[in-house]
């Protein structure tokens, strides 16, 4: 028979390899983590994320030294460390659910800004109590120190419940937004987000059954790796100045809505022309020809969150907007105008045209329906040029107040 001594001398190498593997893996994914793969919102999350893992990692390197980490320190940093590993994963939690909400639907963003103090506050409650709890002579309800080792209270579960807070927030988010997703892509990344719970629950019953192993370290890594890498992956489908969907990922949408198409179902494909964008870079020079195109992105993003329909940047400045909400076609015109007037962040408001075209048979291609709504679009653009126009005057005046 092995002795225990010699057993312990085996896996203690194991453990550490394990623990150091997965630190060094954390930083490198932290450090290729930036805004090219995401919202602001949505990479500050996931860093935060990052960083809580680190941290939990960090404090389970107490178990290459075993039970004699309970006498080896003194015993208020070894409680602290105790609960800065029960915190970490509790902040783990947190910036997930911070993550997923990051992607929630702009109507419901919209809805927040008139109660955000309230939310804020409920956002953080869970949190919060868990703080509280950990970090005050409160923490004798979760766990015990006796004089060479650690007893575990019933109170523990209370911790557990309030992570589950956000990972169920999280989940039903993410299961909103599946269902609401316009392709394939989009339910693939929620998919992801779905089954991030299931990570959590299997890695707490691995905890159970491997007691002083690093089990959650094993877990982690696969999945924030997965994350990163869908995370990048959409970018591929992103635009980089405006962050809307780029020709390719239109492309596949209009595509995949052809084969659901009908005369009582018709997809409508409307192609959107911001005027005069070359007397904006001519006149108040390209910065502020790239704020045109983010502003007028901005407003294509109002209209499209809260109806059936995808927006993106077909090139230049040109944009494609697609759907099949029935008041798309009728309205959209009137949507675009008032999106610019209450959002707009210019000191003019930009002009467009628009080229619009339906589909009602399956027979069509997304070339062909660019082609019939780049048609509509020029017959368009012809008729509003034939009116006097003030907007290059205005585009001087703005110069003007600049220069002075």
């Not at 805004?35 to 404090?59: C, D, H, P, Q, W």
Request: proline fraction near 3%; aromatic fraction near 12%.
């Amino acid at each position: 028979m092995v002795p225990q001594n010699y057993l312990e001398l085996q896996i203690k190498p194991f453990i550490f390899l394990i623990l150091l593997v997965s630190f060094l893996s954390l930083n490198i994914i932290y450090g290729k983590t930036n805004e090219n793969i995401g919202s602001k919102r949505e990479v500050r999350s996931f860093k935060g994320m990052l960083i809580s893992y680190m941290v939990y990692t960090a404090v389970d390197f107490r178990l290459i030294i075993g039970d004699a980490f309970y006498t080896a320190f003194p015993r208020l940093i070894v409680m602290f460390i105790i609960s800065a590993g029960f915190a970490a994963m509790s902040f783990s939690c947190f910036f997930w659910f911070l993550h997923v909400r990051a992607s929630m639907h702009l109507k419901f963003r919209i809805k927040q800004r008139n109660v955000v103090n309230f939310w804020n506050i409920l956002v953080h409650t869970p949190l919060f109590c868990v703080l509280i709890i950990l970090f005050t002579p409160l923490h004798v309800i979760v766990y015990e120190l006796t004089e060479t080792t650690v007893v575990f209270k019933p109170a523990l579960m209370f911790i557990l419940l309030m992570d589950y807070v956000y990972l169920i927030a999280a989940t039903g988010i993410s299961i909103y937004n599946r269902k609401n997703a316009k392709t394939k892509s989009e339910k693939k990344k929620y998919n992801s987000q779905i089954i991030f719970i299931l990570f959590f629950t299997i890695s707490g019953l691995l905890i159970a059954f491997l007691l002083n192993l690093p089990a959650i370290e094993l877990c982690i890594i696969p999945v924030v790796l997965k994350l990163l890498l869908e995370q990048q992956d959409s970018q591929i489908y992103t635009d980089a100045l405006t962050k809307l969907y780029n020709r390719r990922r239109m492309t596949d949408f209009i595509t995949e809505e052809i084969e659901t198409c009908s005369e009582k179902k018709p997809l409508t494909v409307i192609l959107v022309d911001l005027d005069y964008f070359k007397s904006i870079n001519d006149i108040l020079g390209h910065d502020e020809g790239d704020k045109a195109l983010v502003s007028f992105s901005q407003s294509l993003k109002n209209i499209v969150a809260p109806i059936n329909a995808f927006a993106a940047r077909w090139g230049g400045d040109e944009f494609v907007v697609a759907g099949k909400d029935q008041e798309l076609p009728e309205k959209f015109r009137e949507w675009l105008r008032e999106s610019l007037e209450n959002n707009n962040k210019l000191n003019y408001i930009p002009e467009f045209s628009v080229g619009i075209t339906k589909c009602t048979s399956q027979d069509m291609t997304c070339e062909q329906l660019i082609i019939k709504a780049d048609t509509e679009l020029y017959k368009d653009k012809n008729e509003r040029h034939k009116t006097s126009n003030s907007f290059v005057k205005r585009l001087r005046e703005v110069k003007s107040r600049a220069d002075i």
